[in-house]
């Protein structure tokens, strides 16, 4: 079992950044690749990035390539997304999820968190 907590969300204004955390409970993170996601109202949720086990291989989705990274801390469960130059269209409740697999693969995550909105103003 895994537990997912986000932290970071809140209300910037178009070219500003953030930094979404996800603490992880659970001896088995450091096992599993991990992955971002968001939902904009009136829309389905979609990736936004994933991290293999080891932080060796990413996967972003085309709208952020270039403005966002994700990360990890596997000393201290933590996976993060750092989010530059944001957009009005970013705009959404972003989730953290954990896969069980080591790889990222294109399934639906195991583990889901309960999301952090986050707001951007024009």
């Known amino acids: 079992q895994v537990q997912l907590v986000e932290s970071g969300g809140g209300l910037v204004q178009a070219g500003d950044s953030l930094r979404l955390s996800c603490a992880a409970s659970g001896r088995t993170f450091s096992s599993y690749a991990m992955g971002w996601f968001r939902q904009a109202p009136g829309k389905e949720r979609g990736i936004v990035a994933a991290i293999s086990w080891s932080g060796a291989t990413t996967y972003y989705a085309d709208s952020v390539k270039g403005r966002f990274t994700i990360s990890r801390d596997n000393a201290k469960n933590t996976v993060y997304l750092q989010m530059n130059s944001l957009k009005p269209e970013d705009t959404a409740v972003y989730y953290c999820?954990?896969?069980?697999?080591?790889?990222?693969?294109?399934?639906?995550?195991?583990?889901w968190g309960q999301g952090t909105q986050v707001t951007v103003s024009s």
């Open positions: 999820a954990a896969y069980t697999t080591s790889t990222i693969v294109p399934v639906t995550p195991r583990y």
